[in-house]
């Protein structure tokens, strides 16, 4: 009888642990293994090389990055393209003929209203930029996060390198819907058709501020590792109310960060890996505090951590 009793309250216990967290969601079956210490080359590596670019990218492997960062978009042709803004930025790309775009037209060429094919016309690694001027200049373009991912692949494979992550950020906020992009649940089913086709699930994280793409994600694709973004000053029990679940990552504006504020999120789980962190000083400092990770545009200088 006891021996019985014991076995019913073994397989109730080992039920409780495997029911997944919400009712009607997907089993999360990706084991959810992250960097022992995450080294992140912001928009492959911004400092040196022109942002979000597969040049930055393959720079930031050349480096020794454990995570490639970056922004997505969603082109007017239902395609993810890598950039931070949801336009043609004047200040670091150039018009197809290799002219400036002028001030006046800063706005005029939004992603979303565009097919890729055009997009792709615009250099957006030529141009001067004064905010990083240790950028190498050289004519490239915005790419598809398909052929980024394809050009990473291959790159790691020849160079016989370790399998990175992507911790690809979903570029949305709830007043830019029908303007700068499409809605949450197709921004994330556009997002996740990439990433489903290329098969390295086990390797994506999810950042954003937006909290209702994390939120469709969590939903619909539970065993993709999420990434809070925060760069307010609500507190992290705020934050995480307003999310409505506990992400793999919580990943602060590093000024926001405190040793109280890190020993919070990792009793709740969560690794923090703060952004964006470009002097060595405050990188050892953040390190020595207990953060799990740091973002920076000059992965050039981790190795001196």
């Given at each position: 009888?006891?021996?019985?009793?014991?076995?019913?309250?073994?397989?109730?216990?080992?039920?409780?642990?495997?029911?997944?967290?919400?009712?009607?969601?997907?089993?999360?079956?990706?084991?959810?293994?992250?960097?022992?210490?995450?080294?992140?080359?912001?928009?492959?590596?911004?400092?040196?090389?022109?942002?979000?670019?597969?040049?930055?990218?393959?720079?930031?492997?050349?480096?020794?990055?454990?995570?490639?960062?970056?922004?997505?978009?969603?082109?007017?042709?239902?395609?993810?393209?890598?950039?931070?803004?949801?336009?043609?930025?004047?200040?670091?790309?150039?018009?197809?003929?290799?002219?400036?775009?002028?001030?006046?037209?800063?706005?005029?060429?939004?992603?979303?209203?565009?097919?890729?094919?055009?997009?792709?016309?615009f250099d957006a690694g030529s141009k001067f930029y004064k905010k990083?001027?240790?950028?190498?200049?050289?004519?490239?373009?915005?790419?598809?996060?398909?052929?980024?991912?394809?050009?990473?692949?291959?790159?790691?494979?020849?160079?016989?390198?370790?399998?990175?992550?992507?911790?690809?950020?979903?570029?949305?906020?709830?007043?830019?819907?029908?303007?700068?992009?499409?809605?949450?649940?197709?921004?994330?089913?556009?997002?996740?058709?990439?990433?489903?086709?290329?098969?390295?699930?086990?390797?994506?994280?999810?950042?954003?501020?937006?909290?209702?793409?994390?939120?469709?994600?969590?939903?619909?694709?539970?065993?993709?590792?999420?990434?809070?973004?925060?760069?307010?000053?609500?507190?992290?029990?705020?934050?995480?109310?307003?999310?409505?679940?506990?992400?793999?990552?919580?990943?602060?504006?590093?000024?926001?960060?405190?040793?109280?504020?890190?020993?919070?999120?990792?009793?709740?789980?969560?690794?923090?890996?703060?952004?964006?962190?470009?002097?060595?000083?405050?990188?050892?400092?953040?390190?020595?505090?207990?953060?799990?990770?740091?973002?920076?545009?000059?992965?050039?200088?981790?190795?001196?951590?």
């Amino acid at each position: 009888m006891l021996k019985d009793l014991l076995f019913a309250s073994f397989l109730y216990l080992l039920s409780s642990c495997t029911m997944p967290a919400q009712q009607g969601a997907i089993p999360d079956n990706t084991v959810r293994h992250l960097p022992a210490f995450d080294l992140e080359g912001h928009r492959g590596a911004r400092g040196l090389m022109p942002e979000n670019t597969i040049p930055a990218m393959i720079r930031a492997l050349e480096l020794g990055i454990t995570t490639l960062e970056m922004d997505t978009h969603i082109t007017k042709d239902k395609q993810v393209v890598l950039s931070h803004d949801p336009y043609i930025n004047h200040e670091h790309d150039l018009l197809p003929d290799g002219s400036e775009i002028p001030a006046a037209d800063k706005h005029k060429y939004v992603l979303y209203q565009m097919d890729y094919a055009t997009i792709r016309t615009f250099d957006a690694g030529s141009k001067f930029y004064k905010k990083f001027p240790q950028q190498e200049k050289l004519p490239t373009y915005k790419p598809l996060l398909s052929d980024l991912i394809d050009s990473v692949q291959t790159y790691l494979q020849q160079q016989n390198l370790p399998q990175v992550y992507y911790n690809i950020e979903t570029k949305s906020k709830p007043s830019g819907v029908g303007k700068w992009h499409p809605s949450p649940e197709e921004f994330v089913t556009l997002l996740m058709d990439v990433i489903d086709k290329k098969g390295i699930a086990e390797w994506i994280i999810i950042q954003s501020f937006d909290v209702r793409t994390l939120q469709v994600l969590r939903q619909h694709y539970p065993h993709i590792k999420t990434s809070l973004l925060v760069e307010n000053i609500k507190g992290l029990n705020k934050n995480l109310e307003a999310l409505g679940f506990i992400p793999d990552i919580y990943s602060p504006y590093y000024k926001l960060l405190t040793p109280k504020l890190i020993k919070a999120c990792h009793a709740q789980g969560m690794k923090v890996v703060p952004w964006t962190i470009n002097e060595l000083q405050e990188m050892q400092r953040l390190k020595e505090m207990g953060v799990d990770g740091l973002i920076s545009d000059y992965p050039n200088l981790y190795p001196e951590l």
